[in-house]
């Protein structure tokens, strides 16, 4: 029996997408017969790429819903059937899928309908929702901003004790940053081409991170309130920014006043079943870390972040409340989730539809570091934070403990992982505040020697893979620091004036602000196709193409050491992004350690004339280079002159 496993995702009402995977047999080729209201009907799958030592196929249908169906593998000198009951080999098949799954076709005439039967395969899991994702994310360009050391704004709010802005952090001193200093930098953010702000915990907490809440309905003092976060929306919106709020929604602080309750009256609280108590009365102070579980459950032992218990009712409707409260009085755009694989899973979709109603454009995206296919498949999440992809780009450009192939292998296995509405609003990240800085980890291999090259190779992967690019403040500079929490220093906003420092992250900056306009202005490096072109694991060489029906990309990145030249068809015009540069006689030369993004266009011989001839070359060169590429002549003979000049 052949190994088969299919997945059907519906992007839209009039469209159902279906992803087949098989073991790789040569040469097979298998087909789609479906049969409803409109009758019946073969298609062919459209062969997608080899992963992991399978072979995916696709196909996209616009049938009207339902219908039945079921999959043929044509190899050499045999046809069969996949079915719900395994193999038939038949003419045609006696058992079928239904789509949706609980759905049942109608029979074909004279035939009696077979009644549906469970399949072991994935299509047979329950019926999937409509899964569609926030368009607005597919061009996005995030920026993560740690709210307490981005900017600080006046008039200051400080907490007790504050320090200078840009002491050496430590898990409990504050600097002072806060909402009016985002406000008072969005010119920046705009002029670096950001276009949606991902701010960490702005809700009233004891800690400089926030991520243990104190109160869920009220801005922390030293950031604001919520008229100044008000303005802060309102401005972004005005500039074409989205904003998206960070939701600790698995616990909370242990100064909430919830948990306070339950502190002070035991089991008498009202809220002694919003957590998960062990033991009453609780000491007043812990030994070891992980001595509190005696007591009470916490998250990975910290007594100050007691869990929220989702068995009940009233914590559910508690944080529905939240999460829809600040989409209407605030009009953020979505939610990052912390640590959401801790919830009780049933309560994602409730989340999911309870955001969506009050904006159905509203991003919601999961902070899951593994593999996060529970929570993608259109009821929970539109995507995650995307910490798989991270780890492969410092595995191979950062850290180079891994080799072009093997990268390759990696890369493609994670865009086949989920489906198509959640891989393409990834938020694709280099470095978070739970992470060391990416400069800091180009710069432990060899002594940091190529650290810059190192950093721009890992950031040209991460504005032209399949997903939205996210940059953690201050990335774009190349600031350092270790991981939390060196990895959240204050942006040093007076680098212009250090002259040690200032080449080095102008030209960082310079180069971001490119790679961002390249993105925008190339549809294919936003929304179009992946395909691996070369993953050479001896050289370290990497190429793949992004394609959409208007733009079409070539993103190669050379790690080696030596130059690398790429062939490209001669047919096509060439100009290599980055640089603004023309590319000619039909390859291109791959600097050690550096990356170059080719844009292709089909062109006829009076674009290319024009081409060549304004790009300096005199009518004779020009003639020789339509010769020389092989553009036919319309009369069959080769160019002259004076036919470049009737062009031109």
Not at 104 to 131: C, K, M, Q, Y
Not at 294 to 308: A, I, R, S, V
């Amino acid at each position: 029996m052949c190994h088969a496993r299919l997945d059907m995702h519906t992007p839209s009402d009039s469209r159902v997408v279906l992803k087949l995977e098989l073991q790789p047999e040569y040469p097979q080729q298998p087909s789609l017969l479906l049969r409803g209201n409109g009758g019946q009907k073969e298609q062919p799958l459209n062969f997608l790429e080899q992963t992991d030592g399978y072979d995916y196929f696709i196909i996209e249908l616009t049938e009207p819903q339902p219908f039945e169906y079921a999959l043929r593998v044509t190899t050499p000198g045999q046809s069969r059937w996949i079915t719900p009951k395994g193999e038939e080999h038949d003419r045609l098949p006696h058992n079928w899928f239904c789509y949706p799954p609980q759905a049942r076709a109608p029979s074909t005439p004279g035939e009696a309908a077979a009644n549906p039967v469970p399949s072991p395969i994935r299509d047979a899991s329950p019926p999937r929702p409509l899964f569609e994702t926030p368009a607005w994310v597919r061009n996005a360009v995030f920026y993560q901003i740690f709210v307490e050391r981005f900017a600080r704004g006046e008039p200051a709010r400080d907490p007790l004790g504050v320090q200078p802005w840009g002491s050496p952090p430590t898990h409990g001193n504050f600097m002072g940053g806060n909402l009016q200093g985002i406000i008072d930098r969005l010119d920046y953010l705009t002029d670096l081409g950001i276009t949606a702000l991902y701010l960490t915990p702005i809700f009233q907490s004891p800690s400089n991170h926030k991520y243990d809440t104190q109160d869920y309905f009220t801005v922390d003092p030293q950031f604001g309130d919520l008229e100044l976060l008000r303005r802060l929306v309102e401005a972004c919106h005005q500039r074409g920014l989205h904003v998206v709020l960070d939701g600790v929604f698995n616990h909370c602080s242990d100064q909430n006043p919830f948990f306070l309750d339950v502190k002070r009256h035991g089991p008498q609280s009202r809220y002694w079943n919003w957590f998960h108590i062990r033991d009453w009365p609780f000491p007043d102070h812990f030994g070891n870390h992980g001595e509190v579980l005696q007591w009470y459950d916490c998250w990975w032992g910290f007594h100050t972040l007691p869990k929220l218990n989702y068995h009940n009712p009233e914590v559910e409707a508690y944080f529905l409340n939240v999460a829809t409260y600040w989409l209407c009085e605030a009009g953020i755009d979505g939610w990052r989730l912390d640590v959401p694989n801790e919830v009780i899973q049933s309560f994602w979709p409730k989340f999911r539809r309870a955001v969506k109603a009050v904006n159905p454009n509203a991003y919601i995206v999961g902070e899951i570091w593994d593999d996060a296919s529970p929570w993608l498949q259109g009821d929970q999440f539109d995507a995650v934070m995307n910490y798989r992809f991270q780890k492969a780009l410092v595995g191979y450009f950062a850290e180079e403990r891994m080799d072009a192939h093997a990268f390759d292998h990696t890369l493609r296995y994670l865009l086949q992982d989920y489906p198509e509405p959640a891989t393409a609003v990834m938020l694709n990240l280099l470095g978070s505040h739970d992470t060391a800085r990416p400069m800091t980890v180009v710069h432990r291999r060899d002594g940091g020697n190529h650290a810059l090259e190192s950093l721009k190779l890992m950031a040209a992967m991460q504005f032209t893979c399949t997903g939205a690019p996210c940059i953690y403040y201050g990335d774009e500079i190349g600031m350092e620091g270790d991981k939390d929490p060196d990895c959240r220093r204050c942006y040093p906003w007076d680098w212009e004036q250090r002259v040690e420092e200032s080449g080095q992250r102008a030209e960082l900056l310079a180069y971001y602000k490119k790679l961002i306009a390249v993105r925008k202005d190339n549809p294919a490096l936003r929304h179009g196709g992946f395909r691996t072109l070369e993953a050479d694991p001896h050289r370290q060489f990497y190429a793949f193409e992004r394609h959409s029906p208007d733009n079409r990309c070539i993103v190669a990145l050379n790690r080696g050491d030596r130059d690398y030249t790429l062939p490209l068809s001669p047919d096509l015009l060439a100009t290599e992004l980055l640089s603004n540069r023309p590319i000619r006689n039909g390859q291109v030369t791959v600097p050690p350690r550096q990356a170059i993004i080719v844009n292709l266009a089909a062109v006829d011989a009076k674009a290319l004339a024009r081409r060549l001839y304004w790009g300096g070359l005199n009518q004779t060169a020009t003639a020789r280079q339509l010769n020389e590429q092989g553009m036919p002549h319309p009369a069959g003979r080769k160019w002259r002159q004076k036919d470049v000049a009737a062009l031109v």
